[in-house]
């Protein structure tokens, strides 16, 4: 269920949702954001202690004018866990998330308890070039994003409103997101992790949909290069989104990950 | 009423089809369509015509900056600036302008303003634009986030190193300097006028407004679409108790004048078809990206210049349609008199920024229309606006304490007193690349 917390006097409102009991887990939403409909965060839930909170910038948190770079997100969330007082947690990023998520364990190698990259961004093969995502029209996007693009859920993704004043707000907000996540991402998606993804100490999970054509899975090797404990797996009929595409086995994944 | 003959300086020869075969004209547009032997002609012949202007009685010549583009190609408009400075005498270097977010650091452009401002005897119009999206963010690779907040910080520092009469540290965000002392300062004291281009931003009224800089709208839909822009800008300004000085808003405006009606849409028509749909076919993707315009910007309803939408509303016009609705004023002297006049009558607009080549005009075609307006439309509306003072113009050194360039014949070569002949004048004459 969604809740708000206000942390630093007030300068940070945060959207988050929050789903169970149990150990807590820190989930770090990509440059999509969540959308307020992601049932593999409920069904983790039956497991964890989920915490998902929007970046601010993104849905209803505010103060995105004071997160600049990937270090002040990371400092955000570092912020963000001390109030909820869960000084260290699993934490599980997703594409831009994922990003953000290796920084925050990097920083403060003590935060992670376990770490799981999803579709992970944070370096850049030049052999490999990551499409640019900014450039890419949404009649292009889905492609890129959905093993395959004509299944219901990447339709629902897809969907354009026909109301003219829900596709300006849906425009206003696509524009809000992708321009918090420029800060992070433009116009290379490589922010200097390289240096610093060798202090991450808990174990990591690379999970990966096979069909992953945004990041692809090539980039799990180069995280299992860089971070030293890490265990990679591929998710079949996946794409940049295993958790929606795939939803059980993305869930198994984690779960099984975490629990052992 | 001023006239400002302003150059995007095109390559002429993109290959039919080019819309069909390519995404897009700007950012990613392939390279092996550039002859740089035919662009060594097309510069020049646009320096020859932006020359003839100043001899034919334009108040300005206009330049600007442009990125990785078929559409205009003057990655650095001060070069031109600078080649004109010399070869010209009389009309404003506009110069509309410079993307100051890009330069680091800043001063860079406060010192090549001054020195082309020293250099032409203080005719320098400085221009600062934000730059395109394709320029600023995909090109040149800005966090769209925050280009506008480093072109703030850039504009703050640029005005104070002209100003400051004593070398001071800055502490910006993005640009930090110990010293800043700007050798030569500009001529124009304590700088020239300030020109603030824009592409319909709705922030930038409130900055030109503020600033008290001229603010130029730039647009391909002509002035009837113009029109809703100009009233914002001209509601911002009433608000904040400024006078509606005409010559404070610039508009740019395709004019294609030939000496009929028909005869206008028979030399034109061609050009303005390649003008828009190979130079402004921009992939929509580029056009915009995501944090470049404000959502208030966006809100406003304000379409982009290029990309989807923009396309979209050119789609399948006719040239009645661009001439009726006002994407061009075309046609005979009179006829262009008239809709020029009620143009700039209806925006409240005292600069104009005139194109008279675009697309794949040829050299003497642009000279034809040129020697028509300034002939037989540009005396006549000079005094269209009696009650008002331009402040937005510079105000150059008298004639007599000006430096003349020493004249040179280009067609010899002078070797230790020998004299070899380069090129016969007529070879010179045939030289263009039409």
């Known amino acids: 269920m969604k809740t708000t917390h206000k942390i630093r006097d007030g300068k940070f409102s945060v959207e988050t949702w929050e789903f169970g009991s149990g150990e807590p887990l820190l989930y770090i939403h990509g440059a999509g954001g969540l959308t307020g409909f992601d049932p593999f965060l409920e069904e983790l839930g039956k497991d964890f202690r989920v915490i998902a909170p929007h970046l601010p910038g993104f849905g209803e948190s505010t103060g995105g004018e004071l997160v600049e770079d990937v270090v002040d997100a990371a400092l955000f969330y570092h912020q963000l866990m001390d109030e909820l007082g869960i000084p260290s947690a699993h934490i599980v990023g997703h594409s831009m998330g994922g990003m953000l998520a290796s920084e925050t364990a990097a920083l403060d190698v003590h935060r992670a308890k376990k770490l799981v990259l999803v579709g992970s961004a944070g370096f850049w093969l030049d052999e490999h070039p990551i499409p640019d995502f900014f450039a890419l029209d949404l009649s292009e996007l889905g492609s890129y994003l959905f093993h395959d693009p004509k299944s219901p859920i990447a339709q629902l993704f897809l969907a354009i409103p026909d109301d003219q004043e829900q596709l300006v707000e849906m425009y206003v907000e696509r524009t809000k997101r992708l321009a918090m996540a420029s800060k992070f991402l433009w116009p290379i998606p490589d922010r200097g992790l390289k240096k610093r993804a060798h202090r991450i100490a808990a174990p990591t999970l690379l999970l990966w949909g096979e069909s992953d054509r945004l990041i692809p899975p090539v980039y799990a090797g180069e995280f299992a290069k860089r971070i030293k404990n890490t265990k990679t797996e591929t998710l079949k009929a996946a794409g940049h989104l295993p958790m929606y595409e795939q939803p059980e086995a993305f869930i198994k994944a984690v779960r099984g990950f975490l629990k052992s | 009423m001023k006239f400002t003959w302003f150059h995007l300086m095109p390559y002429r020869y993109l290959p039919d089809g080019f819309k069909d075969k390519y995404r897009s004209v700007w950012v990613d547009i392939p390279r092996n369509l550039y002859d740089p032997k035919i662009g060594h002609r097309l510069y020049n012949d646009y320096l020859d015509q932006l020359e003839l202007a100043d001899r034919l009685g334009f108040d300005g010549l206009g330049v600007n900056e442009h990125h990785q583009n078929g559409y205009g190609l003057m990655p650095s408009p001060n070069i031109m600036a600078a080649a004109m400075a010399r070869r010209t005498r009389n009309a404003a270097l506009v ?27 203080g005719r320098l119009v400085a221009g600062f634009p934000v730059g395109t999206s394709m320029d600023v963010n995909f090109c040149y690779g800005e966090v769209p986030a925050t280009i506008r907040e480093k072109y703030y910080e850039a504009h703050d520092l640029i005005l104070r190193a002209w100003k400051e009469p004593d070398v001071f540290a800055f502490n910006g965000k993005y640009t930090k300097l110990r010293y800043v002392n700007l050798w030569p300062k500009p001529l124009q004291q304590p700088h020239p006028p300030i020109w603030i281009p824009g592409g319909g931003s709705i922030e930038t009224w409130d900055f030109c407004a503020d600033h008290g800089h001229q603010y130029s709208f730039l647009s391909y839909f002509g002035y009837k679409a113009g029109k809703k822009v100009a009233d914002g800008y001209w509601k911002v300004m009433a608000k904040k108790g400024k006078e509606l000085n005409p010559y404070s808003l610039g508009f740019a405006q395709v004019i294609a004048v030939a000496n009929t009606d028909k005869e206008a849409e028979e030399l034109y028509a061609p050009h303005m078809d390649y003008f828009y749909s190979r130079c402004l076919h921009v992939y929509n993707g580029f056009a915009d990206a995501p944090g470049y315009r404000t959502p208030s910007t966006i809100r406003a309803g304000i379409v982009a210049q290029v990309g989807k939408e923009a396309s979209l509303r050119r789609e399948g016009l006719t040239w009645k349609d661009f001439v009726d609705e006002g994407y061009i004023i075309a046609g005979s002297p009179k006829t262009v008199r008239e809709r020029l006049t009620e143009a700039m009558k209806s925006l409240n607009c005292g600069h104009l920024m005139m194109l008279q080549q675009i697309g ?54 002078e070797t230790n007193g020998k004299t070899v002949h380069a090129a016969s004048p007529a070879a010179h004459e045939s030289r263009s690349a039409k």
């Open chain 2, 360 to 413: 794949s005009m040829p050299p003497e075609l642009v000279r034809m229309g040129m020697e028509l307006f300034a002939r037989e439309v540009m005396p006549h509306m000079r005094g269209l606006w009696p009650n008002f003072q331009d402040k937005w113009s510079p105000n150059p050194l008298p004639e007599p304490e000006r430096a003349m360039p020493a004249p040179i014949d280009l067609r010899r070569v």
């Open chain 2, 95 to 121: 110069v509309l302008g410079n993307s100051i977010a890009l330069y680091n650091p800043p001063v860079r452009v406060a010192e090549e303003f001054a020195m082309l401002d020293v250099i032409s005897g």
